[in-house]
């Protein structure tokens, strides 16, 4: 009996374990069909992982107190985090498709000021920032500049007969867009002396010859020759050098047609052409005067890059306007109006040259210029001018009005 017990609970031990291994091999198997789709769930998902986290910390965040909120929005505006402020329930997606990865939000740019340019004092050195003319290297070049470092009063004498003008010309060029070298074509044509009359008839600080002046409706008459009205005369020099460099296509070409004439220059091109060469100014054949146009220009403009270079000192020009002009509509005589001013006779007709006799006359176009600082002191003392009628008003249409009607430009 007891042999027989034992051979039973031999028997039941023996079953037990299998039944054991028999449920483990089934859990095994139910474990690896189990683990298979999360596995190709992981892999799935991976790309997917810095967002899920970006959402969880977002969530995580919002059930904070209240004392929180200001880190959160600490941590918004760092780059390391994706999203501005803490996700709510209704902003985390309820399926994994919905769940794509946030491109990097693109933080703003501090805007960088531009550095502060200092004002320009001097107005010469407004000309050397604007230099736009290609430069000109030949032996005549050399030659002039030579010749002006030589001649160091004459130098001189032209830049300080231009500190009157030379602000109100670069006004002008600025307007335009036009190169800052042609400042020192009054040089070349009339050494800056509004006065200057050549040979050809040619007048004034740029040198029109009557024809080309009637073109650009410069005035020539008994009392006034705008030839030689600073104003007026710069004006048009400027629009009619603009008007060749458009007919030519080039600058130096139309400084040469300045000079010699735009038919000249014109047929002279034509002429190259027809032969097969080259029409630039360099390859023009050109009379002497022309030939050295440029060439000086090209000088004046190297000593003024560099004067020390030459062993030369120009004095720096306030970059301010000089003069003011003053229309009137009452004769004036010259003298009085001086005194009116309160400048010296030379002073008023270095900028008033355009008059031919004692007498600044009544029509439209007539104008005063003046000093700037004068320019108070003039229009009180003329409201309170009793003195005698223009001497020379006798035999000029019109009256003397009783008090002027005056409007101020400022150059």
């Known amino acids: 009996m007891a042999t027989k017990n034992l051979h039973f609970c031999a028997f039941d031990a023996l079953r037990k374990q299998m039944l054991h291994c028999a449920q483990d091999d089934k859990k095994q198997v139910a474990r690896t069909e189990f683990q298979r789709p999360i596995k190709a769930w992981r892999v799935r998902m991976r790309p997917w992982v810095p967002a899920l986290a970006a959402a969880a910390i977002g969530l995580a965040s919002a059930g904070q107190a209240g004392g929180n909120q200001s880190d959160l929005a600490y941590r918004a505006d760092q780059p390391s ?23 990097p939000l693109a933080l703003p740019m501090a805007e960088i000021a ?18 736009a003319l290609p430069e000109l290297k030949n032996p005549l070049v050399s030659h002039w500049q030579a010749w002006y470092a030589n ?10 007969r231009s500190r009157r003008y030379v602000y109100h010309v670069v006004e002008e060029i600025d307007k335009r867009g036009m190169p800052t070298e042609l400042v020192f074509l009054p040089m070349v044509e009339s050494g800056y002396n509004p006065m200057a009359l050549s040979p050809a008839r ?26 030689r009205d600073v104003i007026a005369s710069t004006a048009a020099a400027l629009d009619y050098l603009q008007a060749l460099f458009e007919r030519f296509g080039d600058r130096q070409l139309a400084l040469a047609a300045y000079n010699w004439g735009e038919g000249s220059v014109g047929k002279a091109i034509a002429r190259n052409k027809a032969k097969g060469l080259p029409a630039d ?14 060439p000086k220009l090209q000088a004046l403009k190297n000593i003024l890059a560099n004067p020390g270079a030459f062993n030369i000192e120009i004095e720096p020009v306030p970059n301010t306007p000089y ?10 005589d010259v003298d009085v109006a001086a005194r009116l001013a309160e400048v010296t006779l030379e002073e008023f007709l270095a900028l008033n040259p355009s008059h031919n006799l004692n007498l600044i006359s009544k029509s439209p176009r007539a104008q005063i210029v003046l000093p700037v600082e004068k320019l108070e002191a003039f229009i009180s003392n003329l409201d309170n001018y009793r003195g005698e009628p223009p001497k020379r008003e006798s035999g000029v249409k019109g009256r003397a009005s009783s008090k002027p009607k005056t409007s101020v430009r400022r150059f």
Request: glycine content about 4%; hydrophobic content about 40%; proline content about 10%.
């Open 114 to 131: 531009p550095p502060l340019r200092k004002p320009v004092l001097n107005v010469w050195d407004r000309v050397r920032n604007g230099f």
């Open 151 to 160: 001649r160091p009063q004459l130098l001189k004498a032209m830049f300080e």
């Open 323 to 332: 003069f003011a002009a003053i229309a009137s509509d009452r004769y004036i």
């Open 81 to 103: 985090y994706r999203i501005p402020q803490a996700a709510t329930n209704s902003q985390l997606p309820r399926r994994l498709e919905e769940l794509e990865p946030q491109p």
């Open 281 to 294: 100014y360099k390859a023009l054949s050109l009379p002497e005067e022309t030939r050295n146009y440029l």
């Open 202 to 227: 040619a007048a004034g600080l740029w040198q029109f010859i009557p024809s080309t002046g009637k073109d650009y409706k410069l005035e020539q008459g008994l009392l006034v020759d705008a030839r």
